[in-house]
């Protein structure tokens, strides 16, 4: 399968995505999640990545997922839900917790899990990553996992609010969740 998928991706995309791979392994490890799922999620999380803008959106209606202004405005975002479709269909992948991981990896979710949470922050950190702020983030994800979230997130909300972009729902839904599961008000 590796061959495939890599077949699939820029060298650029590969590297990446093998650098998360490899840094969601090691969270998984660190925080007693299943590794392979971790290793797994992390590969093809950036599945439909390279894929242009109009057929992720025309793969997204295809499928019956409903678009919301922040999707349409930045299609980007598509990439996650419309690859975890495509690696259902394509590579056979029907495990729900590694498809989840792909699909949340963007924006997040409400009640993410342990895998959802990896994969999203595995993104952000893997080694070839480089902004300000990635040493803090790397440091505090074994320390706090949900912290490591709400750094993250609040990160995200603060530089798309300073490009003067929307910032999608569901970050704000995921960042809501997690400081109320912090504050024992979930």
């Known amino acids: 399968m590796e061959i495939d998928i890599q077949e699939k991706m820029s060298p ?6 093998l650098g998360v791979a490899q840094t969601a392994k090691d969270l998984a490890r660190f925080w007693g999640g299943d590794q392979e799922k971790a290793w797994l999620a992390g590969i093809l999380h950036d599945y ?24 349409r405005a930045h299609p980007v975002v598509l990439h996650a839900p419309v690859g975890a479709l495509l690696v259902q269909h394509d590579l056979g992948i029907q495990d729900q917790e590694v498809l989840s991981a792909i699909a949340k990896h963007t924006v997040g979710g409400k009640s993410m899990s342990l895998l959802d949470k990896i994969i999203f922050l595995a993104d952000m950190v893997e080694p070839e ?20 979230m709400l750094e993250a997130l609040n990160g995200t909300i603060q530089y798309l609010k300073k490009r003067k972009q929307a910032v999608h729902p569901l970050t704000l839904v ?7 599961k912090n504050r024992g008000d979930s």
């Open 129 to 148: 990553r480089d902004w300000p702020g990635v040493e803090k983030l790397r440091s505090l994800i074994y320390r706090d996992l949900d912290g490591a």
């Open 48 to 71: 439909a990545r390279e894929v242009p803008e109009d057929q992720l959106i025309k793969i997204a209606l295809d499928h019956g997922l409903v678009l919301l202004d922040e999707e």
């Open 12 to 17: 650029h995309r590969w590297r990446h995505s």
């Open 174 to 180: 995921t960042r809501d969740d997690i400081r109320g």
